[in-house]
C-alpha cells in the first residue's frame, strides 16, 4: 500500500519561512517524478514545483525564486522550502507522486500517488 504523508504546515506571517516535507512508504520516490500542488478555497489545484530524480526542477511562475524543491533518496523524503510567503500562497499543500515527463510534469492527472495534504496559511 502506498502512502504519501505531507508535513510541516502551519500559520505564518508574510515574509516568513516554511519548509514542506513529504514522506513515503511503499514506493521509492526515486522512482517516479514527486511534485507539490496546492488549492485554495473556490480555485483549482495548482501545480507548485516538481523533481525528477535527474537532479531537474520545476516551479510555477509564481514560486520560482522563492520556493526550492529538494529530494533525499535516503530518506525517500521530498521537500518544499517556501521563503518570502506571500498570503495568496494560503492554500493546502499536497505532495504527489507519478510517472511524469517533462511535457506533462505540471498536469496533476500525471501522478498516481497523492498524500492528504497539509494546511498553509500566510496573513498579513
Known amino acids: 500500500q502506498v502512502q504519501l504523508e505531507e508535513s510541516g504546515g502551519g500559520l505564518v506571517q508574510a515574509g516568513d519561512s516554511l519548509r514542506l516535507s513529504c514522506g513515503a512508504s511503499?514506493?521509492?520516490?526515486?522512482?517516479?517524478?514527486v511534485a507539490w500542488f496546492r488549492q485554495a478555497p473556490g480555485k483549482e489545484r495548482e501545480f507548485v514545483a516538481a523533481?525528477?530524480?535527474?537532479?531537474?526542477?520545476y516551479y510555477a511562475d509564481s514560486v520560482k525564486g522563492r520556493f526550492t524543491i529538494s529530494g533525499d533518496r535516503v530518506q525517500n523524503a521530498v521537500y518544499l522550502q517556501m521563503n518570502t510567503l506571500k498570503t495568496e500562497d494560503t492554500a493546502v499543500y499536497y505532495c504527489?507522486?507519478?510517472?511524469?515527463?517533462?511535457?506533462?510534469?505540471?498536469?496533476?492527472?500525471?501522478?498516481?500517488?497523492w498524500g492528504q495534504g497539509t494546511q498553509v496559511t500566510v496573513s498579513s
Open positions: 511503499g514506493i521509492t520516490f526515486s522512482n517516479y517524478a
Open positions: 504527489a507522486a507519478g510517472r511524469a515527463i517533462v511535457s506533462t510534469i505540471r498536469n496533476p492527472n500525471a501522478y498516481n500517488y
Open positions: 523533481i525528477r530524480w535527474s537532479a531537474n526542477t
